[in-house]
Antibody
Framework: QVQLVQSGSELKEPGASVKVSCKAS????????VNWVRQAPGQGLEWMGW????????NYAQGFTGRFVFSLDTAVNTTHLQISGLRAEDTAIYYC???????????????WGQGTLVTVSS | DIQMTQSPSSLSASVGDRVTITCRSS??????LNWYQQRPGQVPRLLIF???TLHSGVSSRFGGSGSGTEFTLTISSLQPEDVATYYC?????????FGGGTKVEIK
């Protein structure tokens, strides 16, 4: 079946880096974008950006430039989110989600990964 | 940037009630509006895209309407399994902002 499976929870110290993976299966990986969404504890959803799985071109929302990097490994249908210089406020669940385009420039996230909890604490 | 504002932030209604959630955008987004449901402790789930198109497998109790800057999500007859937080998201501009969410509880 169509699914996105994310890597497991991470506990990191401030200043460290983390890499979250999101492996797609059950569909043609390069036919859909991948969005990344953050959810801090007890808070709402925050769209971080997306990656074009054809070109590998990443696009970042304001507030997610610099320390956040989206990348691809198309050989294994996997998208990665790397966060460097971790801060306590980066503690959150990070979701990847498949973006299906219902119009030329408009998409919706129809399949979601299970989420990866990243905890930043000393 | 386009800002998305939902109201109310929370509501409590009885089983069987009709529930309406409003989402307003800071500028015209035509009908490029998605709705998601996130049940407690679960992953978000797509309910509606293009303002009014029900996603596959979603109950017909859910309906969406609106265009331009004002949109509504309606639950025609609230059920216990509808307890969740609902989010709108615009897909008109490059920055796909979410609304702040509306928490729906059973009275």
């Amino acid at each position: 079946q169509v699914q996105l499976v994310q890597s497991g929870s991470e506990l990191k110290e401030p200043g460290a880096s983390v890499k979250v993976s999101c492996k797609a299966s059950g569909y043609t990986f390069t036919n859909y974008a991948v969005n990344w969404v953050r959810q801090a504890p007890g808070q709402g959803l925050e769209w971080m950006g997306w990656i074009n799985t054809n070109s590998g071109n990443p696009n970042y929302a304001q507030g997610f430039t610099g320390r956040f990097v989206f990348s691809l490994d198309t050989a294994v249908n996997t998208t990665h989110l790397q966060i460097s210089g971790l801060r306590a406020e980066d503690t959150a669940i990070y979701y990847c989600a498949r973006g299906f385009y219902y119009d030329s420039d408009s998409d919706a996230s129809d399949v979601w990964g299970q989420g990866t909890l990243v905890t930043v604490s000393s | 940037d386009i800002q998305m504002t939902q109201s109310p932030s929370s509501l409590s209604a009885s089983v069987g009630d009709r529930v309406t959630i409003t989402c307003r955008s800071s500028q015209n987004i035509n009908n490029y509006l998605n709705w998601y449901q996130q049940r407690p402790g679960q992953v978000p789930r797509l309910l509606i895209f293009a303002a009014s198109t029900l996603h596959s497998g979603v109950s017909s109790r859910f309906g969406g309407s609106g265009s331009g800057t004002e949109f509504t999500l309606t639950i025609s007859s609230l059920q216990p399994e509808d307890v969740a937080t609902y989010y709108c998201q615009q897909s008109y501009s490059f920055l796909r902002a979410f609304g702040g969410g509306t928490k729906v509880e059973i009275k």
